[in-house]
């Protein structure tokens, strides 16, 4: 007996540690037959098939002709739907709420919510997520709600509330006069929505304390405040220097964790790159350089284009000019960057849009600017997968993955905007929405 419960033990924690919830060995098959199929790596749809999951996991894929259905089964009718794997957001923020300035904006969340309030917000957020479809989300630092987000993340591991897997980036690191809260009496040590890093040795700190309390990413700040230049280009502010950064990656590498770094142009950008991040979120204007060190180095890029299309300010106003040049060079730099052949992962930066709105419209801004449907898909399936450690585990339908499975009404690859409305939900083998 005690060696049976130390069996079961080692099994649990070792379920825990791959973040999947244990299954029962012999549990009775679901089988989901799939009108039409994109498993999220293939690059051509296939018609007809069928999914056999047994607990958490897919079994089998293959043609309903002449296919068994195993005793027992339980058997979800998609054959009017595109099936497809869970999608994921690589660049979220369930914390945020995409703060309405007349209510105090992103200062009050900080400064006026008790935290359990912005808890049952994430809460809502997390929900929000897989209702759309999005099985997995990285979500990349909680905005001065500190370490929420572990949190958050193993309520939904352990069952108590509903969400998608979440890779959890906790605090981020920015430096002295690189992050909100600002614009206060300098005699006030006011709150910031990062973990506030000056030189080598704290970077390093602040990231070892991170990784500790649970962070499966660091999040880094690069650039900070941006601006129309003298010759109307963008401008970034910089924020760590390469030998602040090398100390976060070397550490965060150390522990086979990732570095995330927000990055818009200039000097901060090629700090980034130089100091070896992993992947670059936003890129708003990238240059050649940049694109071609990213290709050398294997960068990820997750450009988030949606968000630069909301709040803009008035077009006589610097803000405004500012506002524009941003969506216009990323534009060119999205576009670049896919014909150059860069890594590109879908994110949105939920949180900075209202969790009320679709996460999906990211996909149309993708295939507006050049990229092929199955493409966009595939940024938001298989290739998040590889940028995470999870290849072959999320991101596919096929034998062995995490039976995350969506469906929708219509043909993504004609349509993108089919993604906007996803009609069913599986999670780890259990049905969430639909059928
Ligand atoms: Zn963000």
């Not at 199929?37 to 894929?61: A, F, T, W």
């Not at 300035?101 to 009050?108: C, I, L």
């Not at 929000?128 to 630092?141: C, I, K, S």
């Amino acid at each position: 007996m005690k060696n049976i419960l130390y069996l079961l033990c080692v099994a649990s924690f070792i379920n825990a540690a791959a973040q999947e919830s244990p299954a029962p060995r012999v549990a009775p098959p679901t089988v989901i037959r799939a009108g039409t199929l994109i498993d999220g790596k293939s690059d051509k749809p296939r018609h007809d098939q069928v999914i056999v999951i047994r607990g958490n996991r897919v079994e089998s894929v293959g043609d309903a002709a002449g296919a068994k259905i195993p005793a027992g089964a339980t058997v979800i009718d998609l054959s009017q739907q595109t099936v497809l794997p869970g999608l994921v957001d690589s660049h979220t923020h369930i914390f945020l709420q995409g703060e309405d300035p007349a209510k105090g904006g992103y200062d009050a969340n900080i400064l006026t919510a008790p935290l359990a309030m912005r808890a049952a917000r994430a809460t809502v957020s997390a929900r929000r997520a897989l209702e759309q479809g999005f099985t997995t989300l990285r979500d990349v630092e909680t905005e001065g709600a500190g370490y929420g987000d572990v949190g958050i993340k193993q309520a939904i591991n352990a069952g108590y509330i509903p969400g998608p897997r979440l890779f959890v980036a906790t605090r981020a690191i920015s430096t002295t006069g690189g992050y909100p809260l600002e614009g206060y009496a300098p005699e006030l040590e006011m709150p910031k929505g990062a973990q506030i890093a000056d030189g080598p040795v704290e970077t390093r700190k602040a990231a070892r304390e991170q990784l500790d309390h649970g962070a499966d990413w660091i999040k880094v700040y690069m650039t900070h405040r941006s601006w129309v230049g003298k010759n109307g280009e963008l401008v970034s502010q910089p924020t760590l220097t390469v030998e602040e950064l090398r100390a976060i990656v070397d550490e965060a590498h150390g522990w086979g964790k990732k570095v995330a770094c927000h990055a818009y142009s200039g000097i901060g950008l090629h700090r980034a790159l130089d100091g070896g991040c992993d992947s670059i979120e936003h890129g708003l204007d990238l240059d050649d350089a940049a694109i071609a060190q990213m290709l050398k180095q294997g960068t990820w890029y997750v450009p988030t284009l949606a968000v630069y299309y909301t709040d803009w300010s008035a077009a006589d106003t610097p803000e405004g000019q500012r506002d524009r040049l941003r969506a216009s060079a990323h534009e060119v730099s999205f576009k670049k960057a896919l014909k150059a052949g860069v890594k590109i992962v879908f994110g949105t930066d939920m949180g900075g849009i209202p969790w009320t709105e679709p996460i999906a419209q990211e996909f149309s801004r993708m295939v507006e600017f050049g990229m092929q449907p199955m493409d966009a898909i595939q940024s938001a399936t298989s290739r998040a997968a590889v940028m995470l450690d999870m290849e072959g585990k999320i991101g596919v339908v096929a034998p062995g993955a995490f039976a995350d499975i969506i469906a929708v009404a219509g043909d993504p690859l004609r349509d993108i905007k089919a993604l906007e409305s996803v009609r069913f939900v599986m999670k780890d083998g259990q049905v969430f929405q639909g059928k």
